[in-house]
């Protein structure tokens, strides 16, 4: 079968399981499209061709021995190299870090590896997954970034290597990246899934989701991810999210969407403007437009002072050791931490909360907030990774949100819609999403 590298990770999942391909088949499909496309895109911070076909045919073996299979078995998935992975070098996009190699998986890699997943390579981040670019360029327009820090993920993902792969966000670093490489992009709920074994940024905003090609897609993928973690602080155990299930329904009710377009729409460009537009004109009596209450208004300046003091704390060794090899974006953001007094901070962690709550009342009456993922298509140029202003708000209170490649600039560039859900209520989100993408495809 050709063009195996195109199926999203269900439908791949579903050809294995039914003996239509090989994993094997799917793999080598996969590494024939990196092989076509890296030396342009440039997606890949390490991959191992062989290692990667190796666990491809121990999941042919294993699927030909009749025993129980996982939900991604046989599905390969690239991994931000900020992820721990004891058969991959970690080297979190520095030279400070390179050969670096973790002696345990992160947890999110365990729970593919036991759900079946090939764990495909490490793909490239930013430096120390802040603003600084890697190497990586935007699929659709190599002239323009990716986004990032997730770079590689999105890239990988639209580029055709892959039909899932992994990311973070503390800022904008996987909404972003997602909406310039025009791919699915979902961002769980904080505490959600376990950040144990990644790079810390800023325990109080750090958050992990992934890429795909589909919103079911990512409802399968976050469902896997989803697991109890007791070695992950704030993790309650719970039961099992029935992501997938929620996912699939249709609504019990047709979905009222909140249009919210922020206090920094000013700064949006013509073309998503426009876009914007023609996408509430086409949903007429589903959306409603809201302003943000004050405190959400500020809520950029908070998350600055929480995620440059941490910052500061969790990278001091490196800058200490090191700060000729930083780049000079990231060394301001550390010596703008260490400026930051403990009461600012805490003070700043203290609008978490009410911010939060002061946008129950839009969800008492939306099913979600439909809104900006970012300013426009991806910039032109490779010094810089765009702007994560249209991020920033909802990662600051832990609400999960996901970019739809739902518009397209004049240029031809993808363009992301963002929909975000209330702290807690992925699943709604996932089904709001898919019944949007399908309402104006």
């Known amino acids: 079968m050709d063009q195996l590298n195109l199926l999203g990770a269900r439908q791949a999942a579903q050809g294995i399981r039914d003996g239509l391909f090989s994993a094997a088949d799917l793999v080598r499909q996969c590494l024939e499209q990196i092989k076509l496309r890296e030396p342009e895109v440039q997606a890949w911070a390490y991959l191992d061709p062989d290692h990667a076909l190796a666990q491809a045919r121990r999941a042919d073996e294993l699927r030909e021995s009749g025993k129980p299979l996982g939900p991604l078995h046989g599905v390969p998935v690239g991994i931000k190299d900020i992820i721990n992975t004891a058969d991959m070098p970690t080297e979190d996009g520095t030279p400070l870090h390179a050969g670096r190699m973790p002696t345990h998986d992160a947890k999110v890699v365990d729970l593919l590896r036991a759900a079946g997943a090939i764990i495909m390579g490490k793909t490239v981040t930013t430096e120390l997954a802040t603003y600084f670019p890697g190497k990586t360029r935007n699929p659709h327009n190599l002239a323009h970034t990716p986004g990032g820090s997730s770079s590689g993920s999105a890239a990988a993902v639209a580029a055709g290597m892959v039909p899932l792969a992994l990311g973070t966000q503390t800022n904008g670093s996987l909404i972003r990246p997602a909406a310039y490489c025009g791919v699915f992009g979902f961002k769980p709920s904080r505490g959600l899934v376990s950040c144990q ?200 209170c832990g609400m999960p949100a996901i970019s739809l490649p739902l518009l397209q600039a004049g240029n031809g560039l993808p363009l992301g819609v963002q929909l975000v859900g209330r702290v807690g209520d992925d699943a709604r989100l996932l089904r709001t999403a898919r019944w949007l993408a399908g309402a104006v495809a």
């Open 197 to 396: 074994g990644i790079l810390m940024q800023s325990p109080r905003l750090d958050q992990v989701g992934g890429f795909g090609r589909s919103v079911e897609d990512l409802a399968l993928l976050g469902e896997v991810l989803s697991a109890y973690d007791p070695n992950q602080p704030g993790m309650l155990p719970r039961a099992a999210l029935p992501l997938q299930k929620v996912c699939d329904e249709n609504p019990p009710l047709p979905p009222k969407l909140a249009l919210v377009k922020t206090p920094w729409w000013s700064q949006v460009d013509a073309d998503l403007r426009e876009g914007f537009g023609e996408l509430a004109d086409r949903l007429g009596e589903h959306v409603e437009e809201f302003v943000l209450p004050d405190p959400a208004a500020k809520a950029l300046d908070w998350h600055a002072t929480v995620m440059e003091a941490d910052l500061a704390a969790n990278y001091a060794a490196d800058y200490e050791r090191g700060a000729g090899q930083l780049s000079a974006s990231l060394r301001g953001q550390l010596e703008r931490g260490y400026a930051i007094s403990a009461v600012a901070y805490l003070k700043a962690l203290e609008r978490i909360r009410p911010v939060t709550e002061s946008l129950d009342e839009i969800f008492d009456r939306c099913d979600a907030i439909l809104t900006p993922a970012v300013a426009g298509a991806a910039p032109l140029g490779l010094d810089s990774t765009g702007s994560p202003m249209f991020c920033t708000l909802w990662t600051f």
